[in-house]
């Protein structure tokens, strides 16, 4: 800043007068600011494929399950992949500038994970998602606990918990995992009543 208004004291080749002066007198002719930032970047109508995801660029961004097959607005800035169903925000990523990347958000297949619990272990989202190393060392204890007990699958009772994270936030319910897991307890009933 400092060096640039230094350069406003400078005569520009062919004029007789300071840049400053040329810049006060022009800001006399300029419009206003708008009220509202400007929004920069790519806007694009996009088709959700069956993986429930989309591409931009060279990357694939997840959305909601229930989304698939429909056409959404995509809205890429410099730091955020947004998209959009008519007005209504389906989901957002970080914007990944590295190539051949899946970005993914873990509760965009909850649904489905809740109808498929066996797909758990292998979702990618979970393996590589923002869930903490934690939440699978709880899963697996999970399923080593209810198989003793002769009780339904527990990767559909963690399905449950994941669930709880479109409610609650993933820090919370993490919390709420820690404590039950303290106290011995690993069903989804017991994270919900900590919460």
Known sequence: RT????????VMAG??????????????????????PLEVGELREVVVRST???????????????????RLTLKADPFAIRLFSGSALVATHPRSYQ?????????HYVPLLLEKPFAVPFASALRQG???????????RLVREREALGLDD??????????LCLAHSVEAVG??????AASGRYSAEAVRQVL
């Open 154 to 163: 527990g990767n559909r009772e963690f399905a449950r918990i994941l669930h």
């Open 99 to 107: 190539r051949g990347q899946v970005v993914e958000d873990f509760r």
């Open 130 to 140: 923002s869930l903490p190393s934690s939440w699978d060392t709880y899963r697996q």
């Open 15 to 36: 004029r007789v007068r300071a840049i400053a002066d040329l810049l006060a007198e022009e800001r006399a002719h300029l419009t206003p600011l708008p009220d509202y």
């Open 52 to 70: 429930a995801r989309v591409r931009f660029e060279t990357n694939d961004y997840s959305v909601p399950v229930r989304s698939v097959g429909s």
């Open 175 to 180: 919390a709420a995992l820690e404590v039950a």
């Open 3 to 10: 060096q640039c208004q230094a350069d406003q004291q400078r």
